[in-house]
């Protein structure tokens, strides 16, 4: 079972593990080297764990353990960093951050309307922003892996909504936060990354 929760808090083990699952979300035939940064939270104790329950019961403060990130195969320059949180002896996978050079210019930022119950958001940013409202089902997409609450088990998890398209020093740069989706009734998670490269290639060429 690898659902990006785990009952320990040893960085080589937590980082080699979040890499099986992005590996595999974007069908590389090689493991994909990591970095790991952070990993200087104090040891768990008693007064932890007991601190880390009741941050599940509601009182919403999470203690960073470390970042894993990573450079992912595919025909942009992209990277991905994964945010892991103490949670008692273990941890979990909170936000993951994606940033993607797109190789096209862009002369302002375009962000994203809020998730809307009915119909599909709009972006924002002047002409940029319509010609990636041209593109069918674009927003869409997008809208859909921009998740800001996730229940992982006991615990739930919480993010801004965050989405940007900014320009770069080489082209336009993609900026994109999410969590975690899990699969298999739970027992598997997926970083949705072979998606949002995809999503990346379509903003691309839309532009």
């Known amino acids: ?115 809307k119950s009915f119909g599909s958001p709009k972006f924002l940013g002047g002409e940029a922003a319509g010609r990636l409202n041209a593109a069918k089902d674009l927003a869409k997409r997008v809208d859909k892996v921009l998740r800001t609450e996730v229940e992982m088990g006991s615990i739930k998890v919480k993010a801004p909504r965050l989405f940007h398209v900014v320009p770069g020093e080489t082209g336009a740069l993609l900026i994109l936060a999410t969590l975690p989706r899990l699969t298999s009734m739970g027992m598997g998670a997926t970083t949705d990354a072979r998606e949002i490269l995809e999503i990346a290639g379509a903003i691309e060429a839309a532009l």
């Open 1 to 115: 079972m690898n659902n990006l929760v785990y009952g320990n808090q040893q960085p080589d083990k937590i980082a080699a593990s979040v890499e099986e699952i992005v590996r595999k979300d974007v069908g590389a035939a090689e493991p994909i080297v990591y970095r790991i940064a952070g990993g200087d939270a104090a040891p768990a104790s008693v007064a932890s764990v007991l601190t880390d329950i009741g941050n599940v019961l509601g009182s919403g403060s999470t203690t960073p353990l470390l970042t894993v990130e990573m450079d992912l195969p595919g025909p942009r320059p992209a990277s991905l960093t994964a945010r892991m949180l103490r949670q008692g002896v273990g941890c979990y996978c909170g936000t993951l951050l994606f940033t993607v050079t797109l190789g096209r210019p862009i002369g302002g930022e375009v962000t994203i309307e809020d998730h």
